[in-house]
């Protein structure tokens, strides 16, 4: 390539650093003292898988380099310009050097059928599936009669297909109990528990955890709940987890690496049975840590629902896993989807659409539009007007929690009313953003409460949210603290997942930020009574249809979307795939047949 190309690929390579259209880590990976030696076509290909793995992709299909398939215009389609008019065949050069194999020897690309790797990505979906293979396989041969069983612990709580599930999930030594919000999953978790208790012969140890702190400490305390009311003898007590901890801290997997020391920690955890709760939000990375770490004999149950969000990093493992096509007359033995809903009562609309977005074409979501549903309410969002008109609306319900802090006394009355409804941001910045709707009732509050109309921070009724796990305060991403003012001294009180009230000086808080709106990530794992989302009049990729699910899934009662009926149909129709070879390779090998 000529020099002046070569100069003018690095050049734009910078220049989308500037603009943060690449990461600052990935440019620096990119033109370190190793790769920077590469020739450009492979420093391009290296450049782009780094990209979409943080875009969630564990690999990419090799006819987005051949036939120009990257579909956003971004630097890349100019990088792909300058390499293709050097060489036309450049991609073919790049697949037939040393730097690129089929994984049989530790080359930076790996070319996978129809999909190209980095290295890393391409071990981690093999290594995963060799190990489900492993683990599926591993089937205990029981001559215990679970059937009896069931019927004396679960007669009357749980209908026959969650006993059905029951019964699986006791058989095999791997399981995935799937199911939408309200479907029983918790429910099916806890009776499991009981059983497993009451079979045991020796003292078994029963570990529940999940991606985040919220998820796992709400499964703990709903089967503690769950749990109490039966009867249990006092050393059956002694095994009912009563803390669970996240994946990160049962596996002691570093933030910053995400890694651990795998060998330390297969010797160090004797976990009879692992249970791990919003398992589509678990990354390919985690995926192979975990079932690299935990013993052969360890019972693993996976819970969750697949159209959920999946992982912030690569990978939806998850969806990838349970979405494979079996083959005819075969089971899914390892598989139990749950179908009926005991949160929505049949007219809901809310259970409505959620069955609506489990489909790739969405047909009559004009139901919403015509307010067919009660619990279902659609706002526009066009217009100013209708965008004043939103914040007047949202400023009137917490008026009312507003009234209700300055006459209750009971903090935990006051987190139970404001934790009744929330509001649901798709982004942070902008007018449709946390920030704005945060700053707006801000200011709002500020004014109605002290009449010296001093901006502070802090105010009588003030809700936050914490955005990272405190281990020493105990508290987790997610969990919301409302400043309740006592003789003319402020506190932030929090209602633990244990039912007890917290509270700290302000002072000793840290990474938190305030709460009257939050964005639907953070949401993730909670429930309100009521919940409004507000949706941007403009169409960006990242609003998936999986995002808008997981909102209308967090309301028990009633939902409000806040949107332009345009956008809206976009973003429901807008199935973001994440590229991986897992589904494929778990098909070809069968390996849950
Ligand atoms: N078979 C059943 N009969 C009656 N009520 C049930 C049954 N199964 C579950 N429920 C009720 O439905 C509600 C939701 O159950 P559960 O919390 O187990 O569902 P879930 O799938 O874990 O929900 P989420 O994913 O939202 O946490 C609970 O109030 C539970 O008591």
Redesign the pocket.
């Known amino acids: 390539m000529l020099s002046k190309n070569i100069k003018k690929f690095f050049k734009i390579i910078k220049i989308a650093k500037k603009k943060k259209e690449i990461n600052c880590i990935d440019y620096y990976t990119c033109i370190n003292k190793k790769i920077s030696n590469y020739s450009p076509e492979v420093i391009l290909v290296i450049l782009y898988l780094i990209y979409s793995a943080r875009h969630g992709h564990s690999c990419i299909p090799k006819k987005h380099f051949v036939k120009k398939k990257i579909k956003r215009k971004n630097v890349f389609i100019k990088l792909l310009n300058i390499v293709s008019k050097n060489n036309i065949n450049w991609f073919n050069t790049v697949i037939s050097s040393m730097l690129c194999s089929n994984g049989t020897q530790k080359t930076p690309l790996v070319i996978d059928k129809k999909y190209i790797y980095l290295y890393k990505y391409w071990y981690s979906e093999n290594k995963i599936i060799e190990l489900l293979y492993q683990k599926k396989s591993k089937k205990k041969k029981n001559k215990i009669e679970y059937k009896k069983l069931i019927k004396k612990y679960c007669s009357n709580?749980?209908?026959k297909n969650?006993k059905n599930a029951v019964k699986k999930a006791l058989i095999h030594n791997l399981f995935f109990l799937l199911?939408?919000?309200?479907?029983?999953?918790?429910?099916?978790i806890a009776y499991l528990i009981l059983i497993l208790i009451k079979i045991s012969k020796k003292k078994i140890k029963i570990q529940l955890t999940a991606p985040t702190g919220k998820a796992v400490n709400?499964l703990t305390q709903?089967i503690y709940k769950i749990l109490k009311k039966k009867n249990i003898q006092k050393n059956e007590k002694k095994m009912i987890p009563k803390e669970g901890i996240t994946l990160h801290k049962l596996f002691k997997i570093q933030k910053e690496t995400n890694k651990n020391n795998a060998k330390y920690i297969k010797r160090k955890k004797k976990i009879d049975i692992l249970i791990i709760d919003e398992s589509s939000m678990i990354s390919l990375n985690i995926m192979e840590i975990i079932l690299t770490c935990i013993k052969k004999k360890t019972k693993i149950i996976f819970v969750g629902?697949v159209y959920q969000l999946p992982s912030v990093e690569t990978g939806s493992i998850l969806k990838k896993i349970c979405n494979f096509k079996k083959k005819k007359k075969e089971k899914k033995k390892i598989f139990f989807v749950?179908k009926k809903n005991?949160?929505f009562n049949k007219n809901s609309g809310i259970n409505f659409l959620i069955n609506q977005l489990k489909k790739k074409k969405i047909k009559d979501i004009n139901k919403i539009y015509k307010k067919k549903y009660k619990d279902i309410i659609w706002k526009n969002l066009n217009t100013s007007n209708d965008y004043l008109n939103m914040l007047k609306k949202i400023k009137l319900y917490y008026k009312k929690y507003w009234n209700y802090v300055n006459k209750k006394k009971n903090p935990k009355k006051i987190i139970h009313k404001f934790n009744k409804y929330r509001i649901l941001c798709i982004i942070n910045k902008g007018i449709f953003g946390t920030k704005k709707i945060n700053q707006y009732l801000d200011n709002y509050f500020i004014k109605i409460n002290n009449k010296k109309k001093k901006k502070e921070f802090w105010y009588h009724g003030k809700p936050i949210i914490i955005k990272k796990n405190n281990i020493f305060l105990k508290l987790m991403n997610g969990d919301i603290g409302i400043c309740l003012y006592k003789k003319k001294k402020k506190k932030i009180y929090f209602l633990l997942s244990t039912g007890k009230i917290k509270k700290f000086n302000p002072e000793i808080l840290f990474h938190y930020k305030t709460a009257w709106s939050t964005t639907i990530h953070k949401s993730q794992g909670s429930?309100f009574l009521s919940v409004n989302i507000i949706i941007p009049n403009y169409f960006s990729n990242k609003f998936s249809k999986e995002l808008f699910y997981t909102a209308i899934?967090r309301a028990q009662k009633k939902v409000t979307i806040y949107a332009n009926k345009k956008i809206l149909n976009k973003i429901i129709n807008n199935n973001k795939e994440r590229y991986s070879g897992l589904k494929k390779k778990i098909e070809e090998l069968n390996i849950f047949s």
């Open positions: 709580y749980i209908d969650q199911g939408g919000p309200g479907t029983g999953k918790t429910n099916i709400k709903s629902d749950l005991y949160r429930e899934s």
